[in-house]
């Protein structure tokens, strides 16, 4: 197979695969469940190399078995071969010394999860200096990438540690986003993303008075105060806990602007 051109693409989440002009090497094509946590260990993990007893712990979650230095080999060969069957060879190289593997990539190689984090940050950034349209089309890359599955099947420490920082990517995503929407007059859109965070993490209270915030601008106000009790019962069942000051002064401001408009003070 002749060498692609152009830039190196690679996705972690949803499908693995390796991404190079029009080639495109999919996840069907690597040895395994196995062979697809390993590129995907070493692209995370590249910038330091790996002790092959640390692949082994992550492949074989913490239980390898007792041939599992050929079998890593066995992997590591394969992806090679994979590798330099799609023409990727002058680009991706999986490096072998002194007992560890490390990933060597361009300088400009684009992976989606890194992509993703660096919206997220972006997104924070420009909505604190104003720019809702910068904010939003930075926010909906990180959302649409970190909404993706990672490593679907898969179980172990590593795979959990990542998982968990991709759904924070996630969340502050929506997070920016409903912050965006309240501004632009589109409270409902704001009250979606809202529920998402809180499906994803119940305790973030920020979701919640975000999610005030978008009812009270949707002139749903008793749905408002009933997403405070929503977080009042859960603070108080499962952690003994009152929400926070933020989230109680959101809620009284609700009940303040009710009763200056002549409404009652309860749902």
Not at 46 to 73: C, F, K, M, Q, Y
Not at 121 to 142: D, F
Not at 146 to 154: E, I
Not at 170 to 184: D, K, P, W, Y
Request: proline letters at 6%; glycine letters at 8%; charged letters at 20%.
């Amino acid at each position: 197979m002749a060498a692609p051109s152009g830039p190196l693409r690679i996705y972690l989440a949803g499908n693995v695969a390796l991404e190079r002009g029009e080639v495109l090497m999919p996840e069907r094509v690597l040895p395994g469940r196995q062979g697809r946590l390993a590129l995907a260990l070493l692209v995370t993990e590249r910038r330091s190399g790996l002790s092959v007893e640390e692949i082994a712990d992550v492949l074989w979650n913490g239980a390898p078995p007792p041939s599992w230095n050929t079998a890593l080999r066995a992997i590591i060969s394969k992806l090679r071969s994979q590798i330099a069957e799609y023409g990727f060879d002058d680009a991706v190289a999986i490096e072998s010394a002194f007992g560890c593997y490390q990933l060597r990539l361009p300088s400009e190689a684009w992976i989606d999860l890194e992509v993703a984090a660096k919206a997220v940050h972006n997104a924070e950034t420009e909505l604190r200096a104003g720019n809702l349209a910068a904010a939003n089309g930075e926010a909906l890359i990180a959302a649409a990438i970190s909404g993706r599955p990672f490593l679907a099947g898969d179980d172990g420490q590593w795979v959990a540690q990542r998982r968990a920082r991709q759904r924070d990517v996630r969340v502050r995503a929506l997070l920016c986003r409903a912050e965006v929407a309240i501004a632009n007059g589109d409270p409902a859109l704001a009250a979606g993303d809202t529920e998402l965070v809180i499906e994803l993490e119940p305790y973030r209270e920020a979701a919640y008075v975000l999610q005030m915030r978008a009812y009270a601008a949707a002139g749903a106000r008793a749905q408002a105060l009933h997403t405070y009790e929503r977080l009042r019962t859960l603070m108080a069942d499962q952690l003994g806990v009152s929400p926070s000051p933020v989230s109680e002064a959101a809620y009284l401001e609700i009940l303040r602007l009710g009763n200056d408009r002549g409404s009652p003070p309860s749902a």
